[in-house]
């Protein structure tokens, strides 16, 4: 069973269009995470929720809005695609341990966003 | 934006050699994280070091985390074909947030 799963796992869109992308665990953690992995490799935290509340908003444009309708669902919609936007987004999930922040993140395997 | 520098970028090496990555910076982290991605794939936690000084071994893997929790280590001893991948350190700050390192990629040949 896979324990982050995203979808889709390829995006090919225009520039202009709006696209989601959804995120879904099954390990029961409190703690949902997106990120940006550009083409060199650099993986960056955009956003990070807890138990539906936001936690983490990094400085990310506001045409990428997250959406969390339970702990267990964590997703991305990206407004006017830019060429930019262009990368591999990675959703991961960790469980909640008051006081300790360093929990193990879960990874789902990405979804690889093209902008033509 | 603080930073997480690893080197090298790319290694390739012979199956059996040794390597070294090293994940530099100039912060403190309450801790930090060592990462495996595999192409087409998530990274993959390795090992967590919490306290200055620590060493962690998980099989041929030693990890190290500096006395200053600025910078870290990992040292493979007799690398295999299925250690080739991109290792990634991570710094842990505040409440799970993870500050990634630049990465290195192994390649390991047989």
């Known amino acids: 069973d896979t324990a982050v799963s995203q979808t889709p796992k390829y995006l090919v869109t225009q520039m202009g269009n709006d696209k989601s992308i959804k995120c879904e665990q099954n390990l029961g953690h409190d703690t949902m995470y997106w990120y940006k992995q550009d083409s060199k490799k650099f993986l960056k935290i955009m956003f990070s929720?807890?138990?539906?509340?936001?936690?983490i908003n990094e400085t990310v444009p506001n045409r990428f809005s997250p959406k969390s309708p339970d702990k267990a669902h964590l997703n991305l919609h990206i407004n006017s695609l830019e060429l930019g936007d262009s990368a591999v987004y990675f959703c991961?999930?960790?469980?909640?341990?008051?006081?300790?922040?360093?929990?193990?993140?879960?990874f789902g395997d990405g979804t690889r966003l093209s902008i033509l | 934006t603080q930073l997480l520098e690893q080197s090298p970028q790319f290694l390739s090496i012979q199956e059996g050699e040794n390597l070294t990555v090293y994940c530099n910076s100039s912060s403190v982290f309450s801790s930090l994280q060592w990462y495996r991605q595999e192409p087409g794939e998530g990274p993959v936690l390795l090992v967590t070091v919490v306290t200055g000084g620590e060493v962690k071994k998980l099989k041929r893997l030693t990890f190290q985390f500096g006395d200053a929790r600025k910078d870290s280590s990992l040292h493979i001893t007799a690398a295999q074909t299925g250690d080739t991948g991109l290792y990634l350190c991570a710094g842990v700050q505040g409440f799970q947030k993870l500050v990634f390192g630049t990465g290195t990629r192994l390649l390991v040949s047989p």
């Open positions: 991961a999930s960790s469980p909640y341990r008051s006081g300790a922040g360093n929990q193990p993140q879960h």
């Open positions: 929720y807890n138990n539906k509340e936001l936690i």
